[in-house]
């Protein structure tokens, strides 16, 4: 190692004794040693082998003796051991403007919260509110700064650029300069993690439109213009291509790059089956082009029923489409209530009422009210003191909205023995009881699945909620055998909760076909933190509909009293 880096190694040293807590004169030492190294004249391999680093004002015997294991071994076994013990995501939220190392180790030793993607789930949770040294204006801040640091990760939650691209493609419509226009790629078929967004447009003056797309306000830089396609950065910091094709084009575009490639795939095997070519520019019986004019004509000519954008994954949806077996998915107007959201109570912005004026402008008719239990201490988790007040409330609300219904619930804590987080005098209160797993994430697989099983066993609970754990880009799954606790909703005839916010959008749509096929009822829930965040709901309907599911699959598309008498049933299992 040469100076630089070994100054830069004792700068880290600094840096991880600071996240640990360690007395600020040792890190000082280090951070003291690292300039003295960067600004010393001459080589510092000369000072150990000739045994000078007396010489040097500053270096102690500590230090010292660091300086010449890095000489001889070209490591330093400290810094190895510092370093394996600091979670690497915590270097990544030192990145973030404002959030220095006391702050980062407060948000880990509090929150236990290892991750730039963790830390912003934590602050749209509010949970950064109650710690000292923070409070709503910090929490902006530290918000707005990890928007900043993912505008150059290069992946993005399809929740948080889908109404940029569906704001994009209406003003494009508006221009009067394009008869035809949509996203394709993996927004259309909502992927829950997307790279870029695309769209495709007709025109008759390509280049008009292409000078309209490139100086719209989204746009932050242009990367490419051409006549016919052209790229741009928006603001958000992802990309977005532009292709404008003939009017006549424009089906078999759409189609072909809406995807997904394995759809793709199968439909040119059955096109070719039947003797007809498929590409993006059409398709082909020998050299004559088979004239359609959107998708569903596509479709037809190859004797399949019209497939869903969102189904387009090759997870048999042309089999079913073959033998006119396509489910009849669920539309955002089927919901008429929802589940799974929090209040000032816990750690939500809005009280119980203005949850419930939020729900009511949106048109549903009914919620239930879910705040964090006792063990979530992060979150405010409610006393029993607490629960009798909010139990209270909602019975006066209840009487004052007449068309309106509000369910008294829990979001449950899952101790690691599988045991909810209450007692069952104080369980048989709520009308509904949500079980979720916040903590303990590092159980091997069967004390995992074990766990959530055993959660599904207890009599009081309705539902499971967030059942992998996963935070998108932030948190991977835990260990667990899904099939396994879909089996156990199956026998105990709970629920599963599809999370509907963008950061989780859990149960992951890859399971929600085999839910449905074990007849196994969903319930599309915002994880609402205050009234905006009932907008999600929208997500968990796009994540359903690509997991085939339909209305009577999914029990918040029941009618107010229908809904009453299933919960009454559930509670008697």
């Not at 033998?323 to 107007?333: G, M, V």
């Not at 209530?337 to 009511?360: L, P, R």
């Not at 008294?408 to 069952?424: A, M, N, T, V």
């Not at 069967?446 to 009081?460: E, H, Q, V």
């Amino acid at each position: 190692m040469d100076k630089r880096e070994i100054s830069q190694m004792f700068e880290e040293i600094a840096l991880m004794l600071d996240l640990k807590g360690e007395n600020p004169f040792k890190s000082r030492a280090y951070i003291n040693a690292a300039r003295t190294i960067e600004l010393l004249e001459g080589d510092i391999r000369d000072f150990v082998l000739e045994d000078r680093l007396e010489e040097i004002k500053g270096i102690g015997k500590a230090i010292g003796e660091k300086l010449i294991e890095i000489v001889h071994t070209g490591k330093l076994e400290y810094y190895n051991e510092l370093k394996a013990s600091i979670p690497v995501g915590l270097f990544d939220m030192l990145k973030i403007p404002g959030v220095g190392p006391k702050k980062v180790k407060a948000i880990y030793e509090k929150l236990d919260v290892k991750s730039i993607g963790e830390l912003e789930y934590a602050c749209l949770e509010n949970r950064l509110l109650d710690l000292e040294g923070f409070g709503k204006k910090t929490q902006a801040n530290i918000l707005k700064g990890i928007v900043d640091i993912k505008k150059f990760q290069g992946q993005f939650l399809f929740g948080e650029v889908l109404y940029l691209a569906e704001e994009v493609k209406k003003v494009v419509q508006q221009s009067g300069l394009t008869d035809r226009c949509e996203i394709t790629g993996s927004i259309r078929r909502r992927k829950e993690v997307v790279k870029d967004i695309d769209m495709i447009a007709t025109s008759d003056n390509p280049l008009k439109l292409m000078d309209y797309f490139t100086t719209l306000p989204y746009v932050e830089e242009v990367v490419a213009k051409g006549d016919t396609k052209s790229t741009v950065r928006l603001k958000n910091g992802i990309n977005m291509d532009l292709r404008v094709v003939a009017d006549r084009e424009y089906p078999y575009v759409l189609n072909h790059f809406t995807g997904s490639k394995e759809h793709n795939t199968a439909i040119r095997h059955r096109a070719k089956a039947m003797g007809i070519k498929v590409n993006e520019y059409g398709l082909f019986k020998g050299e004559d082009l088979i004239l359609c004019d959107n998708e569903a004509d596509i479709y037809a000519v190859l004797d399949l029923d019209y497939i869903p954008p969102e189904m387009r994954e090759n997870n048999g949806e042309v089999e079913a489409a073959e033998k006119h077996q396509l489910p009849k998915l669920i539309e955002l107007h089927d919901i008429r209530g929802t589940f799974h959201m929090h209040t000032i109570y816990s750690d939500g912005e809005n009280s119980i009422e203005e949850m419930v004026q939020g729900a009511k402008a949106i048109g549903l008719s009914y919620i239930g009210i879910t705040d964090h239990s006792r063990s979530a201490f992060y979150a405010r988790g409610l006393n029993r003191d607490e629960i009798m007040r909010q139990l209270e409330e909602i019975d006066r609300l209840n009487e004052k909205y007449k068309d309106f219904r509000i369910f008294k619930g829990i979001e449950s804590d899952i101790l690691p023995d599988g045991e909810l987080d209450y007692e069952d005098e104080v369980l048989e209160q709520f009308d509904f009881v949500i079980a979720s797993v916040h903590s303990s994430f590092h159980l091997d697989m069967d004390k995992m699945t074990n766990r959530l099983i055993n959660a599904i066993k207890n009599k009081y609970t309705t539902m499971l909620g967030h059942p992998t754990g996963r935070i998108l880009l932030a948190r991977k799954e835990y260990k667990l055998d899904m099939v396994a606790v879909i089996d156990a909703a199956k026998e105990y005839n709970k629920l599963i909760e599809i999370n509907a916010d963008p950061h989780r959008l859990d149960l992951d749509w890859r399971y929600l076909k085999y839910a449905k096929e074990k007849n196994v009822k969903l319930a599309i829930n915002p994880d609402a933190h205050g009234v905006r965040g009932l907008q999600n709901i929208v997500y968990g309907v796009d994540i359903a509909r690509k997991g085939w599911l339909e209305p009577k699959d999914v029990i918040n598309t029941k009618p107010l009293q229908e809904l009453m008498k299933y919960f009454k049933i559930l509670k008697r299992f």
